[in-house]
């Protein structure tokens, strides 16, 4: 059976020790790197661009999911494939062509993602699921590492894993935000993909060990048969 997969959430990493961090990922069960870039204008809060991407590649030995928290992403998507990106997801309330910025994203050959916020209905993917390889639902309001889990988000990941059922869509549902040992169990049965976990990991005494337990809880049985 197939299990569930673990991307730490660089953001919550110590950037002053990121080659050390990275090689504890590159050790560890983890299957991604999560990379969080905010532009300051779609989310309060300013991070990181396609040059950091492209130093932090030369350090990982794991696929790099890039989550775009920025207006017009379209505008960057080529560079940010060129930075090392293999995953790029851009958010649905960031996208008035989503359909198009979904097949921009595909032409490069990167797997594609979108990303809905909390507050956004899943019904509103309708129209886009068969398209896209990652479904993101926010478990947090963007912008910021360290936040509580919204627990609503468990109702939405059982409606997305039927919608995805239902239409024999194959994206992977992954939950950002807020993620730790104490609410990955739960998420994991109400049908998530991917558990998304920065500071849970990275602040963490042992993060390699998290990485393992996160690991080790039991995948939803239904997605994967
Ligand atoms: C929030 C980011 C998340 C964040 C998760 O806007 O998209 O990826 O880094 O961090 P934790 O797991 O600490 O909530
Ligand atoms: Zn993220």
């Given amino acids: 059976m197939k299990k569930h997969l673990v991307a730490p959430s660089v ?16 050790e560890s069960e983890a299957d991604w ?13 300013i991070t990181f661009g396609m040059f950091i991407i492209e130093f932090m590649k030369t350090l ?11 207006v017009e992403p379209e505008k960057y998507i080529e560079e940010f494939r060129k930075a090392g990106a293999d995953h790029i997801t851009v958010h649905y ?6 359909h198009r910025t979904i097949q921009q994203i595909k032409e490069t050959g990167a797997k594609a993602g979108v990303a809905l916020n909390p507050h956004t209905p899943i019904e509103l993917l309708e129209d886009i699921i068969e398209d896209v390889d990652i479904i993101l639902l926010m478990s947090v309001n963007p912008g910021f590492g360290g936040q509580k889990f919204i627990y609503r988000t468990l109702n939405k990941i059982q409606r997305l894993k039927e919608m995805i059922t239902i239409r024999n ?4 549902i992954e939950i950002d935000g807020g993620v730790g ?36 809880f039991e995948s939803n049985p239904l997605k994967f048969v």
Wanted: hydrophobic share 50%.
């Fill in 11 to 26: 953001l919550a990493a110590d950037f002053t020790r990121l080659r050390e961090e990275f090689a504890m990922v590159n």
């Fill in 33 to 45: 790197f999560h990379l969080d870039v905010m532009d300051g204008r779609f989310v309060p809060n």
């Fill in 60 to 70: 990982a030995q794991r696929p790099f999911d890039v989550h775009l928290m920025m």
């Fill in 93 to 98: 309330e960031a996208c008035p062509h989503l």
């Fill in 169 to 172: 869509a194959h994206a992977l």
């Fill in 181 to 216: 040992l104490q609410n990955a169990e739960k998420i994991l049965q109400a049908g998530a993909d991917v558990l998304v976990a920065g500071n849970s990991v990275f602040r963490a005494e042992n993060p390699k060990d998290v990485i393992a337990k996160l690991k080790a």
